[in-house]
């Protein structure tokens, strides 16, 4: 009776050791990695334009003769373009005027200010009127986007689409 008592008893803590060491192994494997869901269209391209103005801002501030003055003011085009974009996104998609805001968030902006700052210190003195007019063209529009978005002025869109893709495209 003794011998049946230890052989049990036996089973018993090798079956509970064999239980806790295939619970251990189960917690220790690697979880298979779980890919992020993938983001809709719209953020994609949002986080795209996000990063074309964070690059821009980086840029410009590498750029040691770069004025501050320009700077402030892209500056703010840059922070109207990331209030007016997600919601133009949002409440006008298929509209040509979100199209060329977006536009102007992810590529024109950083491609004026690269090709100015890719001038010689000379060639920019020369230029700097027509750069320093884009510019001042460029926040104007963010403005008036802004402006449009705020106020809901949807038949603005028309007259600022063809605009702006007249004049940027």
């Not at 064999?18 to 994609?44: C, D, F, G, T």
């Not at 986080?47 to 964070?54: G, R």
């Not at 998609?93 to 102007?104: Q, R």
Request: hydrophobic share 40%; aromatic share 6%.
């Amino acid at each position: 009776m003794t011998i049946i008592a230890v052989t049990i008893l036996l089973i018993l803590i090798i079956g509970i050791v064999m239980v806790i060491k295939n619970k251990r192994s189960k917690q220790s494997k690697p979880l298979a990695p779980v890919s992020p869901s993938p983001k809709p269209p719209v953020e994609n391209e949002f986080e795209t334009i996000l990063k074309s103005l964070l690059d821009l801002n980086i840029l410009m501030r590498k750029d040691n003769n770069f004025s501050i003055e320009m700077t402030k003011g892209i500056e703010m085009i840059m922070d109207d373009l990331m209030i007016v974009i997600p919601a133009m996104i949002e409440r006008y998609p298929g509209e040509t005027l979100t199209y060329e805001i977006k536009k102007i968030g992810k590529e024109h902006l950083y491609k004026t200010v690269k090709e100015y700052l890719d001038l010689s210190l000379e060639s920019r003195t020369h230029q700097f009127d027509v750069f320093k007019q884009t510019i001042d063209n460029l926040q104007e529009v963010s403005n008036r986007s802004r402006d449009i978005v705020e106020n809901n002025e949807t038949a603005e869109f028309k007259t600022m689409a063809n605009f702006l893709s007249a004049k940027f495209s």
